[in-house]
């Protein structure tokens, strides 16, 4: 009636590909390493598993996903709402803040405001839980925006979901990559190839290449020139802020997420987060300071 599985049998090498991926357990939806670990038994349909591919670095770019948990996996909104009877989604990564309250019964309640995240996203979430008739205590999970995007917007939600979840109750988080969410939504109207970028600072852009409707890339850290260097068209979200020129030929496109999630249900977007933040292509390095007495040299203590 079960079936025995062993966290050697989840994780695998595609020698033909060079790319590693984990088997991710279908029915029980096992979360990270630690507790697939101890699974030991799955219900049969178990046996039925899908495979998430991680592509190794690459010398000349970034690759947010190598940064993930090997067995980190993502699941669809209707998986999420087949868990969770009453959900809440926070995107506060452009200037316009979107608040959404998503029901198992697939009933949704949304609100938007421009302006600060500090005010705008608890403005938008009262609202917003007044339209559902619902307190934050009858919230089962949080979903948001972890990036790219506003950094201070980003972690203005991930702030407001940790002390929500230690004050209230302990709900699980769930993230998703705005430039994510668009690749996947163009790819189902958009030619491919093209590529979705945002300003990233320093000459720098998040970017996600889509060279079909299923081959779509990780999120991607390039240089100014690599995004010369993309071919297909190029496109970029209208409410995002940006610090640099904005390459020539890119076309704003509308960031409205509830009308970019309407069509993609089943699309694996969301991966849990169990301390939730903004995201980080790399983790940030320190320079050791050490403390030194100043000395006046020979010259100084003359003059």
């Known amino acids: 009636m079960f079936t025995k599985r062993r966290f050697e ?12 991926y984990a088997r991710r357990c279908g029915q029980c939806q096992i979360q990270d390493r630690k507790s697939l670990a101890a699974h030991e038994e799955c219900p049969p349909l178990c046996n039925t598993v899908s495979n998430q591919y991680l592509p190794r670095p690459n010398a000349n770019r970034i690759d947010i996903s190598e940064a993930d948990n090997i067995v980190s996996f993502v699941l669809s909104l209707s998986q999420l709402r087949e868990r969770h009877e009453t959900l809440i989604l926070f995107d506060s990564a452009s200037t316009r803040v979107q608040v959404g309250v998503l029901l198992s019964n697939k009933d949704e309640y949304w609100e938007t405001a421009d302006g600060e995240a500090g005010s705008a996203l608890f403005a938008c979430t009262a609202s917003v839980l007044q339209k559902a008739k619902r ?13 790219p995007g506003s950094m201070l917007g980003i972690r203005t939600a ?6 929500w979840s230690s004050t209230l109750k302990p709900v699980p988080s769930y993230a998703y990559r705005s430039l994510e969410v668009l690749a996947r939504q163009l790819s189902l109207r958009e030619a491919a190839p093209f590529s979705l970028v945002a300003d990233a600072r320093r000459e720098m852009w998040h970017c996600v290449d889509v060279a079909g409707p299923t081959t779509i890339s990780s999120l991607l850290r390039i240089s100014s020139g690599e995004v010369k ?38 699309a694996p977007l969301f991966r849990e987060k169990p301390e939730p933040d903004a995201m980080l292509h790399e983790e940030p390095s320190y320079k050791t300071w050490v403390p030194q007495v100043h000395r006046a040299s020979v010259q100084e203590s003359i003059s």
């Open 9 to 20: 049998d989840c994780l695998n090498v595609d020698e033909s590909t060079n790319l590693r």
């Open 135 to 147: 307190e934050l205590s009858d919230i089962d999970a949080f979903i948001f925006c972890e990036g």
């Open 158 to 163: 991930a702030m407001a979901l940790r002390t």
């Open 229 to 266: 260097e993309r071919t297909g068209k190029l496109f970029t979200p209208d409410t995002f802020r940006a610090w640099a020129a904005l390459p020539p030929r890119a076309e704003k496109i509308s960031y409205n997420i509830s009308a970019l999630m309407a069509p993609l249900s089943s």
